[in-house]
């Protein structure tokens, strides 16, 4: 009997958990802000589904309504993206250790 | 075009990157590197997507059009915002990502041949469960997300909205998303897909109105992980691997956040989520209330202690972060350290109304992280510290919670100020705190308040030093 892929992506699901579970118990304190804004920025790769959605349709009809959430939510998606990344990266520029000659 | 099953193993590759983004944040050293990793795993999917669909018609160029108009408000916004209000922005993403999964759904229902679902109205239903559940969550992360932001801005009340009912209400909702999704699977109506993402918009409003402000970071922290709960809802859908993974990452790590700020307060996941918190306790406390006397004083007296104190802690919290303060803290503290005191920051888990907020607005007044130390790593260092300086916050300091079983707050880790031999405490009147209860540390003998805006007086007492 075959197995259904689905149990392959709940096998993938499931494993993603517990990585997930152990590298963000391993991430410091002090970073969980950034930890946020960076876990923000890539869960919306979700612009994968929008952008296949925004190209459903054919050359004669590029504005029908289904195009147009996958437009909507490739944007909304967008402003996340660039949003989340810059502002982490942002954050992260400012966390400096002590210099020396400053002691 | 290239293959599906290339295409699989690129967005494993994107997924991979993101766990190294996470992993990246073990340090802040290896971070900057992590958050690069995040970009990269990005551009690989996003890229790959447009490959493996093989359609650079008309639509393609909307496509791009649509990323260049959210990607710039992205950008504006994530170079704009200043720091204090990193809550809000990270809350206001959160919605975004919830609608974006919204959205997704609305099109895959719609048009349900562009992703291999089948055809209208003979949707697989399997993929049908998977997207209502990924509908359904994504609105809640929605509407949840908005109002949390409302909250966080102050355009709405921080203080619980709660009313009789609430709670069975809640669970009627929430029972019958269920069963409208059991009959949505059978019946393939649409109608029914429409209802289901109402009320589920309804309900991420009222699970998020009877949580009061102090309670913020737990809320963030669970919309976080309800965003990627949604995320991974539309990866099974979609048969997205990259999608999958993150929404699995992201979920866990969310979850793990609100069980950390939970722990923060010494209360459960649950009575965070049923809320209420601040507004029941404040009756009870008040009708007890008795007038103690305080010691206060003013900066000239608090620059003298600290002058001859030979190591200072500092305890921020909310507060600092209302006056803007951070910046003008810091340069009391380089002013200290000129005269050879030693000064390290002592940080409470839920200081602040997000996970890490007081660490990112010290970051940002240049203050070394290596000076900034949480709870368990500084409690210690307090009975040997001479003078500890508390601006901005409350609760987290109060030895209530040690000491008084019948106290709301009984059983919090806090920061054992008390054992210092002077504490200076910032604060702008007598008032308690969010938990609503009085802080007995404003009684002790070595406690002198400081009464005045926190930046104001961290000003004066750089000027008298």
Known sequence: MEIDPLIFRLSIFILSIFVGYYVVWSVTPSLHTPLM???????????V???????????????NTSNIFGFLAIALAAVNIFGGFLVTQRMLAMYKKKKKDKQ | MISANLSAIFYLVSGVLFILALRGLSSPETSRQGNFFGILGMFIAVTVTFLSTGNFSAGFIYVLIFIFLGGSIGA????????????ELVAGFHSLVGLSAVFVAISAFLNPEAFNLGTPGNIKLGSLIEMSIGAAVGAVTFSGSVIAFLKLQGI???????????????????????????????TQSSNLFWI?????????FLLIIPIGGADMPVVISMLNSYSG?????IGFTLENTALIITGALVGSSGAILSYIMCKGM????????LGGFGATDDTATNSIKEQRPVKSGNADDAAFLMKNASSVIIVPGYGMAVAQAQHALREMVDTLKKNDIKVSYAIHPVAGRMPGHMNVLLAEANVPYDEVFELEEINNDFANADVAFVIGANDVTNPVAKTDPQSPIYGMPVLDVEKCKS????????????????????????????????KKMTEDITKNL
Not at chain 2, 196 to 204: A, M
Request: glycine residues 8%.
């Open chain 1, 37 to 47: 804004s960076v876990t923000n920025a890539i869960s919306s790769v979700i612009i």
């Open chain 2, 156 to 186: 709405m009340s921080g203080s619980p909205i709660t009313f009789k009912g609430q709670h069975p209400l809640n669970a009627i909702i929430l029972i019958s998303i269920i069963v409208i999704i059991y009959f949505l699977c059978s």
């Open chain 2, 229 to 233: 709960w949604a995320a991974a809802g």
């Open chain 2, 196 to 204: 289901l993402l109402v009320i589920s918009f309804l309900i991420g």
């Open chain 2, 266 to 273: 010494n209360r459960s996941f649950f009575n965070v989520i």
């Open chain 2, 423 to 454: 504490v200076l405490f910032v604060k702008r009147s007598l008032s308690p705190g969010y938990a609503g209860i009085d802080n007995d540390l404003f009684y002790k003998e070595n406690t002198l308040m400081l009464f005045a805006d926190a």
């Open chain 1, 49 to 63: 589904g929008a952008i296949i959605a925004g190209l459903s349709g054919n050359s004669d009809s590029v504005f």
């Open chain 2, 76 to 87: 504006f916004i994530a170079y704009k915002i200043p720091m204090t209000a990193m809550p």
